[in-house]
């Protein structure tokens, strides 16, 4: 029978849970876990209720009757825990949503019974309608009782007790009635008697006067429990006589069938609708039973097959849809707890903190990363009230368990990486996990939870879940290239072990002497980057100087040395490297590796080739990179050879020097083509002024016969660049041509010169 009540709150989410979760059961599947309580060491044990917690209670037999509690976890008998008035012999019968028992004891040192109320601290007597002894059957929500209880004339009357008076229901004229149920409202139904025995029939009390809920054709009939909507449930005959289990909706009795037997009893009813009780099969056996979606069924169908029990008796059922009674297992009789099959739901995400699990992903080494998960029933059934479910969490990879637990509940046992969560009240609210994890070094990491309970699952496929994540750190610290001079750039990159988290990396740096190598404070490499460069100019410096440049990430950091080293000599340059003596002169410039230092570079020159002069030195001013000069030549008859040296910080360089004679710039023949017989007109022109003391100029004919020069050589005085000559020709039948030559200090120029017939 159902007597655990909760609050109006509470009832309206049972029932809006519990009717969403009624399914049209089959005679096939196992839908029911099964708990064992046990008989204490006794002969036999019986359950007679279940709170809305899961909660049972009941009696054990053998060598005396005893009340014992199931409290989800262990079985105790009452008498060992003050739960009793202390007397030889006690039953629980019903026990209330906040776990207030009650039932009948006997007092110490009698053998009367006696009504009490266990409220888990004391245990009080009720009293008595003035008579010998008192029965509790059943506690609502607000600690009223209803029972029987006798009269001074030996009489037995149904009672309601408000906690501080006792109310006689009366009868239906005969000498007895008895209440075995009551709701959150104080409504009442049992049974009472009519006159001479010649009926007993379901009553209904809703604070006036008894209200006879009639039978199914027959004569007599009993309430057994009733629900906060007012639904009667129990037994009554049939026009045949024959006795069934019936529903009282207030208006109307039905009958709810039988198992194929003769007769059947309902004892519970829960808020959704959901009925239990006992029936018998055709060949004779009773069964438990419960009646859901317009079909009553056999419960030993919805049990483990192979468990070897056989349940006789179901005698309440709560609104999680647990079911208490009695059954046989082994040859004993014991009492049983069916709690409905579950699906259990485990999912990556925070129902309580509305957190989000496993971010951020990748993951800096040494960051936390907490998994984040919410269990939950689904579907058909929410987890059973004080059910133990149990979420187990794998943890592989290079991480520590930080911490873990239940939001608002408990923490997590922590065995090195493997977590253990027990959630024993999930009720119909869900629950939150979190567990927090340190990465210890870069690699992949994996979570993986599972969930389990202590019923049957539905569907396993949605009990586990795994995450993936990466810890990320410092792979690489890299220059490019670690020596320079100074105000030269060198390229330093940081590079990850992995892609970098999708808010970026934030890699620290750090310079050992920032006077001459300066780094920012941090470079980030972006989301999914795995690497990032910068650029560092350091300064000029006067001697090399070592620079150590850090970078630290994920708990690493990695150190590369940057020397910066004083400019040297890089270039020499002349142009040209060939100059015509007297008169030429060739541009030079020196190019250092890096900016001159404060006080200037002073790049000293040498010069072997005599014919050539250029300064002993020139300074690079300070911060310059190069300098400039001129060589100039004097003026000579025949090649000179020789270099041109520049040397600066331990570096030389050197190039070719070679200052030549002065040579016929041009050669002109006027006119040209000329009719044989004719003269012609020439004249040199010299790349530079003659020499002191004049040049002279030799001239040739390669075809003396057509033409020739009158004269073999001129002298051209000094200073002057012209000379002029003449050239004769001969008549020729035919067109001719001779090349014509001028000669200066061995460069020889020619003129082609045509002669027409």
């Known amino acids: 029978m159902l ?37 204490l060491g006794e002969v036999a044990s019986y359950a007679d209720d279940i709170d809305w917690r899961g909660r049972v209670v009941g009696v054990t037999t053998g060598t005396r009757e005893r009340a014992f509690l199931y409290d989800g976890e262990k079985s105790v008998h009452l008498d060992t825990i003050g739960g009793t008035l202390g007397g030889a012999r006690s039953f629980a019968i019903g026990i209330g949503p906040t776990g207030q028992i009650t039932g009948w004891s006997n007092p110490v040192g009698s053998t009367t019974s006696r009504a009490y109320v266990y409220d888990g601290f004391s245990t009080r007597a009720i009293g008595t309608l003035g008579g010998s002894h008192s029965i509790g059957q059943d506690i609502n929500s607000f600690g009223s009782v209803v029972g029987s209880s006798s009269l001074p004339n030996g009489d037995e009357h149904a009672f309601i007790f408000d906690g501080a008076t006792m109310r006689d229901l009366g009868t239906f004229g005969g000498r007895y009635s008895y209440a075995y149920a009551l709701n959150d409202d104080g409504w009442v139904t049992g049974s009472a008697f009519t006159p001479n025995f010649t009926a007993q029939r379901a009553f209904l009390y809703n604070g006036g006067t008894l209200r006879d809920l009639g039978t199914l054709g027959g004569t007599n009939s009993i309430g057994r429990d009733i629900n906060n909507s007012g639904w009667v449930v129990g037994g009554a005959n049939a026009a045949s006589g024959a006795w069934r289990a019936f529903v009282h909706d207030g208006t109307s009795m039905r009958s709810l069938g039988t198992l194929g037997g003769a007769s059947s009893e309902a004892f519970g009813v829960n808020d959704a609708g959901d009925i239990v009780g006992e029936a018998t099969l055709p060949s004779g056996e009773t069964h438990a039973f419960i009646y859901a979606g317009g079909q009553m069924l056999d419960l030993n169908s919805m049990i483990d097959s192979a468990s070897g029990w056989v349940l006789t008796a179901a005698r309440a059922i709560n609104d999680a849809g647990q079911v208490a009674g009695f059954g046989t297992v082994g040859g004993q009789t014991r009492a049983f707890r069916l709690t409905p099959v579950q699906d259990l739901v485990i999912y990556p995400f925070g129902v309580k903190t509305m957190q989000d699990s496993n971010r951020p992903n990748p993951v800096e080494v040494g960051r936390p990363v907490t998994f984040v998960m919410s269990v939950a029933g689904n579907g058909v059934s929410r987890p059973a009230a004080r059910q133990t479910v149990t979420v187990t969490d794998i943890i592989s990879g290079p991480v520590e368990v930080t911490s873990a637990g239940v939001v608002d509940g408990p923490a997590c046992a922590v065995a090195g990486q493997t977590v253990t969560c027990s959630l024993t ?22 979570h993986t939870a599972r969930v389990s309970g202590q019923t049957p699952e539905l569907d396993a496929a949605n009990n586990e879940i795994t995450e993936e994540n990466t810890a990320v750190s410092l792979a690489g610290l890299t220059l490019t290239p670690s020596t320079i001079p100074g105000g030269k750039l060198s390229t330093v990159r940081v590079n990850l072990t992995g892609p970098a988290p999708a808010s970026g990396a934030i890699v620290k740096l750090a310079s050992s002497n920032p006077a001459i190598a300066p780094v920012p404070s941090s470079i980030e490499v ?9 650029n560092i100019i350091p300064k000029v410096v006067a001697v090399p100087t070592p620079v150590v440049i850090s ?68 300074v690079v001013p300070p911060g310059g990179t190069s300098k400039s000069f001129t060589v100039t030549t004097q003026l000579l008859t025949a090649l000179r050879y020789g270099t041109v040296t520049a040397q600066y910080g331990s570096v030389s360089k050197t190039l070719k020097l070679t200052v030549r004679p002065i040579g016929v710039r041009s050669l002109t023949l006027t006119p040209n083509p000329v009719v044989g017989g004719n003269g012609v007109r020439g004249t040199v022109i010299l790349e530079c002024g003659a020499a002191p003391g004049s040049a002279l100029v030799t001239f040739s004919s390669s075809n003396t016969a057509i033409a020739a020069p009158t004269a073999s050589t001129i002298t051209i005085p000094a200073g002057s660049t012209t000379g002029s000559f003449s050239v004769r020709t001969t008549h020729s039948p035919v067109a001719a041509a001779a090349t014509i030559y001028a000669t200066v200090h061995q460069a020889r120029k020619g003129a082609i010169l045509s002669v027409n017939p």
């Open 3 to 39: 007597r655990s009540r909760v609050s109006a709150a509470v009832v309206l989410v049972c029932l809006v849970i519990a009717g969403a979760s009624r399914v049209t059961r089959t005679q096939s599947a196992v839908q029911y876990g099964l708990d064992d309580l046990g008989t």
């Open 526 to 534: 972006l989301g999914a980057g795995i690497t990032r460069a910068l």
């Open 425 to 446: 009240e999930i009720g119909f609210d869900e629950r939150e996990v979190q567990i927090a994890v340190r990465p210890t070094a870069p690699g992949a990491f994996t």
């Open 551 to 618: 970078a630290t990430y994920g708990a690493q950091t990695r150190n590369v040395t940057l020397t910066v080293i004083p400019p040297v000599l890089g270039t020499l340059y002349l142009t040209p490297t060939t100059i015509i003596g007297g008169c030429g002169t060739s541009a030079g410039k020196v190019v250092l590796t890096g900016a001159a230092p404060a006080m200037g570079a002073v790049v000293t020159l040498s010069n072997s080739n005599t014919a050539a002069s250029l300064p002993a030195s020139v």
